[in-house]
């Protein structure tokens, strides 16, 4: 029996971006490639799906109830809620344009914190080589700070539960870096190495914390999710039936929901024929603990 099944009617170039909305009862997706921003809804079986003109890596929801806020290609975004039904593009106002311009750069990857700030990574969309990539922290009132630099591809903010450390990755470099959060003084100290992948493993990608203080990650490459436990020891790894799997979620009313998104982008023709479910949905069966709450851009907003 497998340990995973696929959600219908859900597929996606470049998943991404897995946010449970608690207040909304659904699952916000991304597929960045593709420049839609999907939801599911709980007990549903059709998705919703909305149309951008840039590539989105994530969704938000704002503290406020009346927006969210998007990572798209050129920064940070606002669009009111709830969305325009059938639109083909949506209509969103910039809170903050860290790329001045540069089509070549663009957000990846972000996780809000108790504060209401948002932390957010980077990439070099056009050559992923490059260490263009940064870590920007976007405050509950819309200042936006450089906190790290040097990135390939950023990726994968996690928060502990406590909210005292946070888990960030440089995918190309195969390497999860650790920093001691001081969430409400908008602070990282002592960076240090929390786990380097071998080749064998595929690159790590989007991650997040359980209530036992484990951590979950996407394996790109790797065809897997694994579960670490805080000194980075592996406790659990499922297989799943493609390859390029790219972010992980807990959600449902009681968090004990564990949904996992895929990539067929970075597949070839072949491959792409001998993996049908490349792009899909999957919801890991029986994960054995319960999640965090994904947590709001706020409590305040801009204007």
């Known amino acids: 029996m497998n340990a995973w099944i696929t959600l219908p009617s859900v597929s996606a170039d470049l998943g991404e971006g897995l946010h449970w909305d608690s207040a909304r009862a659904c699952l916000w997706?991304?597929?960045?490639?593709?420049?839609?921003?999907?939801?599911?809804?709980?007990?549903?079986?059709?998705?919703?799906?909305?149309?951008?003109?840039?590539r989105v890596g994530w969704v938000i929801p704002c503290a406020s109830g009346d927006a969210l806020l998007l990572g798209l290609q050129g920064g940070f975004a606002r669009v009111q809620w709830p969305l325009v039904e059938g639109a083909t593009d949506l209509d969103f106002e910039w809170v903050a344009q860290p790329f001045g311009g540069n089509a070549s750069l663009r957000l990846n990857d972000a996780k809000a914190d108790v504060t209401g700030a948002v932390w957010a990574g980077s990439l070099n969309n056009d050559d992923d080589s490059r260490a263009d990539g940064c870590l920007f922290r976007l405050g509950s009132d819309g200042q936006l700070t450089v906190m790290d630099t040097g990135y390939t591809v950023a990726n994968g903010p996690a928060i502990r539960g406590d909210g005292r450390l946070m888990l960030h990755t440089d995918s190309g470099r195969?390497?999860?870096?650790a920093f001691d959060l001081d969430a409400p003084a908008g602070r990282l100290s002592n960076k240090?190495?929390?786990?380097?992948?071998?080749?064998?493993d595929g690159y790590p990608d989007g991650m997040?914390?359980?209530?036992?203080?484990?951590?979950?990650?996407?394996?790109?490459g790797g065809s897997c999710i694994s579960r670490f436990a805080p000194d980075g020891r592996l406790l659990r790894r499922v297989q799943l039936p493609t390859s390029h799997v790219t972010n992980v979620c807990f959600g449902g009313p009681a968090l004990?929901?564990?949904?996992?998104?895929?990539?067929?982008?970075?597949?070839?023709?072949?491959?792409?024929a001998s993996q049908p479910l490349a792009g899909a949905l999957f919801e890991v069966l029986s994960p054995g603990v319960a999640g965090l709450p994904g947590l709001s851009f706020g409590p305040t907003l801009l204007p």
């Open 29 to 54: 997706m991304t597929d960045i490639h593709g420049r839609r921003l999907c939801q599911g809804r709980a007990g549903a079986t059709a998705w919703r799906s909305w149309a951008l003109l840039q």
């Open 174 to 177: 195969r390497t999860i870096y």
């Open 192 to 200: 240090r190495v929390w786990k380097q992948f071998a080749d064998e």
């Open 208 to 220: 997040c914390f359980d209530a036992e203080g484990a951590v979950w990650l996407a394996h790109w």
């Open 256 to 272: 004990d929901r564990l949904f996992v998104s895929t990539a067929r982008a970075g597949l070839s023709s072949e491959q792409l």
